[in-house]
């Protein structure tokens, strides 16, 4: 069978085009989502050059869950990655305010199902993966590390920049509210399920916060109190402040923040 047959999900009729770069190839734009899910999602794979197997990390972009696939918010990251020796799936997944909590977790569990069953193709380490996101990408990847659910593989490490843990602390109109659905008065069930700091238990995976010192969008708190919650659970962790910087210019200068995780991964998978 071709690699590009192995890309292709039920209905889709253009698989991921390969292209390369140093150190690594790009299997872009490949569909992960099976005939009749709501939407099909795609994402692109960056895989190392070398023998490997290599460990995979499922990478997932911000943008406030909302309105426009922004992988391409991720392609440094994802490229520093591939570089260091990791394969890594660079996923999107359904929006607001068209779709609502839970079908971004929905959609990224199907992602991490769709990676492993194709380890053979771009050379993946069996082993549990890692996943990584900024804002509501760290969101997202914060709560995949923290959900129990026996049909998808399990989580190895998660790396999670400026991310808010916590939906309980915005009640209000807003990205919250049109992630969720509505407001906290709405539904209060929904805020606490979506929020990752509710789900923290002893065998929760290692967790790397990283976060910027002037971010007035996710305040400070958000990884402060979480951090808390993580080591009253004894799970191990760390946080890297990115200094006086707020929540997109944290991002667009997180290259020491970048560095230490990576290395943070190192230390759990080699």
């Given at each position: 069978?071709?690699?590009?047959?192995?890309?292709?999900?039920?209905?889709?009729?253009?698989?991921?085009k390969v292209?390369?770069?140093?150190?690594f190839?790009?299997?872009?734009?490949?569909?992960?989502?099976?005939?009749?899910?709501?939407?099909?999602?795609?994402?692109?794979?960056?895989e190392?050059k070398?023998?490997?197997?290599?460990?995979?990390?499922?990478?997932i972009?911000?943008?406030?869950?909302?309105k426009?696939?922004?992988r391409?918010d991720?392609?440094?990251i994802?490229?520093?990655?591939?570089?260091?020796?990791y394969?890594?799936?660079?996923?999107t997944?359904?929006l607001a305010?068209?779709?609502?909590?839970p079908?971004p977790?929905?959609?990224?569990?199907?992602a991490?199902?769709?990676f492993?069953?194709?380890?053979?193709t771009?050379?993946?380490?069996?082993?549990?993966?890692?996943?990584?996101?900024?804002?509501?990408?760290?969101?997202?990847?914060?709560?995949?590390?923290?959900?129990?659910?026996?049909?998808t593989?399990?989580?190895?490490?998660?790396?999670?920049?400026?991310?808010?843990v916590?939906?309980?602390?915005?009640?209000?109109?807003?990205?919250?509210?049109d992630?969720?659905?509505?407001?906290m008065?709405?539904?209060?069930d929904?805020?606490?399920?979506?929020?990752?700091?509710?789900?923290?238990?002893?065998?929760?995976?290692?967790?790397?916060?990283y976060?910027?010192?002037?971010?007035?969008?996710?305040r400070?708190?958000?990884?402060?109190?979480?951090?808390?919650?993580?080591t009253?659970?004894?799970?191990?962790?760390?946080?890297?402040?990115?200094?006086?910087?707020?929540?997109?210019?944290?991002?667009?200068?997180?290259?020491?923040?970048v560095r230490?995780?990576?290395k943070f991964?190192?230390?759990?998978?080699?």
């Amino acid at each position: 069978m071709s690699c590009s047959s192995h890309l292709k999900s039920a209905g889709d009729s253009s698989p991921g085009k390969v292209v390369t770069a140093p150190g690594f190839k790009v299997w872009r734009n490949a569909v992960y989502t099976p005939e009749g899910w709501p939407e099909a999602l795609r994402a692109d794979i960056y895989e190392p050059k070398g023998d490997g197997p290599w460990p995979g990390v499922l990478l997932i972009h911000g943008g406030g869950w909302a309105k426009t696939d922004r992988r391409s918010d991720m392609e440094s990251i994802a490229g520093r990655l591939a570089r260091r020796g990791y394969v890594v799936m660079n996923a999107t997944y359904r929006l607001a305010p068209k779709y609502h909590y839970p079908a971004p977790v929905q959609d990224l569990q199907e992602a991490m199902r769709w990676f492993r069953a194709r380890g053979d193709t771009f050379n993946l380490d069996p082993r549990p993966m890692a996943v990584f996101g900024y804002s509501a990408g760290g969101h997202l990847a914060a709560l995949l590390g923290s959900m129990d659910d026996p049909n998808t593989p399990p989580i190895k490490a998660v790396v999670a920049g400026g991310a808010p843990v916590d939906l309980r602390k915005y009640p209000g109109p807003g990205l919250i509210a049109d992630f969720i659905g509505g407001v906290m008065t709405e539904y209060p069930d929904a805020y606490v399920e979506a929020s990752p700091v509710t789900h923290i238990s002893p065998d929760d995976p290692p967790v790397f916060l990283y976060h910027g010192g002037f971010d007035l969008l996710v305040r400070s708190d958000q990884p402060v109190d979480y951090r808390k919650a993580l080591t009253a659970a004894g799970v191990p962790n760390e946080l890297f402040w990115i200094r006086g910087r707020g929540h997109v210019i944290g991002f667009l200068s997180d290259g020491a923040a970048v560095r230490a995780a990576i290395k943070f991964l190192d230390r759990q998978f080699r």
